[in-house]
């Protein structure tokens, strides 16, 4: 197999490079790909951003960053990678291209006039088509391939005006839309749980599975993200993006070949047939005192809170509900897809079995972990039915060495690997299954912190409830 290490001399141009995102994630995640030797053998890493700062301040600010959110800037590694360090300011535009031309000729005069451009936007939605503009103004297109944050359009009609704008410039081979929640080693073992396994491929339809949950709540606020979250809210911020992807990984039929074109075929094609969702299939909430947040509008109505019911409209799928759900300020933070099966339909036993006694349940936290829960005997004198957890965390695999989302999606794009992307064709198909919802919004009901959200959302997933949270 390929490895990131063989690739060719690459240039990577990191738009916003002083940015959250940048300081959280993504400068992180290229210090984890030089510590796993996943880099390329010949490679430098040009910052951009409207400042105008030198290359030794740029190396101390990454230094800043890794100290405050890890791995620690040490050792032999840290003195390599902050060698191969740079930085371009005055912003980058079609008319304005600051010193970023200057610096990437220096840069190809160091490492070769053939190296190849990566260049990642971590930066807001309403810089992506500026840059992408620039990039074809400025001859810094061709061959390369480009990075995309989430959310890839705010709404139907800029997803339409941004996808046009890009492919002006781009061909979509040249394209990465980065979704972290692909990235994750929990969310990548549901091609191996179902596809890799006799006992669940021929189960892994309506015939056997009763209901789906994807459910990511979280206990954090959103003071610092006010702003974004107030223009934004749960809604857009994780099921249009995350949530569906994960729904798709799911529900997709199964490849003709784990190819890359062909996993992204199978995903994007079930996205198409997300039935659109209804006002009654939608509950939204917001957190008590979330008005009195800095930076939010005291007569805000929007949504901290989402829980969907979202139908598949498939014959592998059709009237199996997938539940999803998501919030602030919750109970738990949790990251996690029950998978829900029937309980036996005949047999001696069929009626004292207890509904939800077989889930399937994937942790996409940290490296992951898979759960199933049985039904077995209650060990004892008596024959009665009980339940019990079988758990393999993905961690204790023999060799095993899990990459945290962000740095195996790096790693894909050095590669040029695009299975764990997402597609325009698939975008469309998921706007298309929310317009409904941003046509004529639920109103939002309160929630008091640290609960599960709004009463009405666990009627929502009736029967069962939730899962999380019994």
Do not use: C
């Not at 004292?352 to 399937?360: C, I, K, Q, S, Y």
């Not at 046509?439 to 899962?467: F, H, I, M, Q």
């Amino acid at each position: 197999m390929t490895q990131a290490s063989d690739a060719g001399a690459t240039v990577f141009v990191l738009f916003g490079a002083t940015g959250d995102l940048a300081k959280r994630m993504v400068l992180p995640a290229f210090f984890q790909l030089a510590q796993h030797d996943l880099l390329p053998k010949k490679w430098l890493l040009v910052g951009n951003g409207r400042g105008d700062v030198s290359h030794d301040d740029f190396r101390q600010h990454v230094s800043e960053v890794l100290t405050e959110f890890g791995p620690a800037p040490e050792g032999d590694v840290w003195d390599a990678f902050s060698k191969n360090l740079r930085f371009a300011g005055g912003g980058f535009d079609k008319s304005t291209p600051g010193s970023l031309l200057d610096v990437l000729a220096d840069a190809k005069d160091d490492i070769g006039d053939d190296a190849q451009y990566i260049h990642y936007l971590a930066v807001p939605p309403s810089a992506f088509i500026p840059i992408t503009e620039g990039l074809g103004e400025h001859k810094l297109a061709e061959g390369s391939r480009v990075v995309y944050e989430k959310p890839f359009g705010t709404s139907p009609d800029n997803f339409t005006e941004l996808d046009d704008a890009v492919h002006a410039v781009l061909d979509e081979s040249q394209v990465f839309r980065i979704d972290h929640f692909l990235g994750k080693e929990g969310s990548q073992n549901l091609h191996a749980l179902r596809f890799g396994n006799g006992l669940f491929d021929g189960v892994w339809n309506r015939e056997h599975i009763r209901a789906m949950q994807i459910d990511v709540p979280e206990t954090l606020d959103i003071d610092d993200r006010a702003e974004f979250y107030d223009a934004t809210g749960a809604f857009l911020d994780m099921i249009v993006t995350h949530l569906f992807q994960l729904a798709a990984e799911i529900a997709m039929e199964p490849p003709v070949s784990m190819k890359p074109d062909d996993v992204q075929a199978a995903r994007e094609s079930v996205i198409s047939a997300f039935r659109p969702l209804a006002k009654d299939d939608v509950v939204f909430g917001q957190f008590d005192g979330y008005t009195e947040t800095e930076g939010v509008a005291s007569d805000s109505t929007m949504d901290t809170f989402v829980a969907a019911r979202l139908w598949i409209d498939t014959d592998r799928w059709r009237d199996v509900p997938f539940l999803l759900r998501t919030g602030k300020q919750l109970a738990a933070s949790e990251q996690r897809v029950n998978i829900i099966f029937r309980k036996p339909a005949s047999g001696p036993l069929s009626h004292d079995a207890p509904v939800a006694g077989n889930v399937l349940s994937i942790d996409l936290t940290g490296g992951g972990a898979i759960d199933l829960k049985l039904v077995v005997k209650q060990p004892g004198a008596e024959f009665e039915l009980a339940t019990a957890v079988a758990s393999l965390p993905l961690a204790h695999v023999e060799d095993a060495d899990p990459l945290p989302p962000y740095v195996k999606l790096i790693n894909d794009v050095i590669l040029g690997d695009r299975s764990l992307f997402t597609r325009p064709d698939g975008l469309a198909s998921a706007w298309a299954a929310i317009a409904p919802i941003l046509d004529d919004r639920p109103d939002v009901e309160k929630y008091a912190r640290g609960s599960w959200g709004p009463a009405s959302a666990t009627e929502l997933a009736a029967p069962d409830g939730w899962l999380l949270g019994q």
